[in-house]
């Protein structure tokens, strides 16, 4: 299949799940996840009209997106992989959204950072639902603490992320994230990847980072 057959089938199955369970498809956002993708599959997927990626590193992302974005305004660049502190200057200059906040140096020096370049980024706080050792994000019982110190530090913190284990049934771990969310105030929730978006759909999703089920398999 092409990358437009690809889109349109992730769309209708976003908008009849959404549909399904009393949502509205438009409130479940697309992140296409272009990590590792050649121009020319991002110049097919914005030749389909879609304007919302997702990338894991910065520099990657600089080298993407540095000649294509003065063509498209109205793109939308998140950062869904961990971020460094020696990063930190080039992702609030590129991104618009950062989903992996999840420690207090790295909030401090983001919220220093955007004060610099007179921003205010909408963030999220990646949640280690897992509490997996290998794994980024602050641990559940962490969050509310986090969460205010985040806020303190004048970040706008919109929503949770997270990355389920493998070996577990994600749907569990997106409610635990509904709940989570829930419990702190907070509306957006960036979970559900290619083999699991549908799970997280009907326990609230508003983003979804899909990349294979988009561009196909890397090589």
Known sequence: MTIKE?????QKIIDDTAKKFGRVGKDVHLVAVSKKQPVEALKAMLSC??????ENRVQE???????????YPDLKLHLIGPLQTNKIKEAVALFDVIETIDRPK???????EMKKQDKN??????????EEDQKAGIHPQALPEFLKFCQSEGLNIVGLMCIPPVAEPPALH????????????LKELSMGMSSD??????LGATYIRVGTALFGARD
Do not use: D, M
């Open 121 to 130: 980024l909408p963030c999220f706080i990646q949640v280690n639902t897992g």
């Open 6 to 10: 690809n889109l349109n089938s992730i």
């Open 174 to 185: 997106f409610a635990f994230l509904q709940k989570l969310a829930k419990e702190n105030g």
């Open 61 to 71: 992302a600089i080298e993407h997106w540095k000649e294509l974005r003065p063509h």
């Open 197 to 202: 978006f549908e799970k997280a759909i009907p």
């Open 106 to 112: 790295l909030a401090s020096a983001l919220a220093h």
């Open 49 to 54: 009209g879609h304007r919302l990626y997702g």
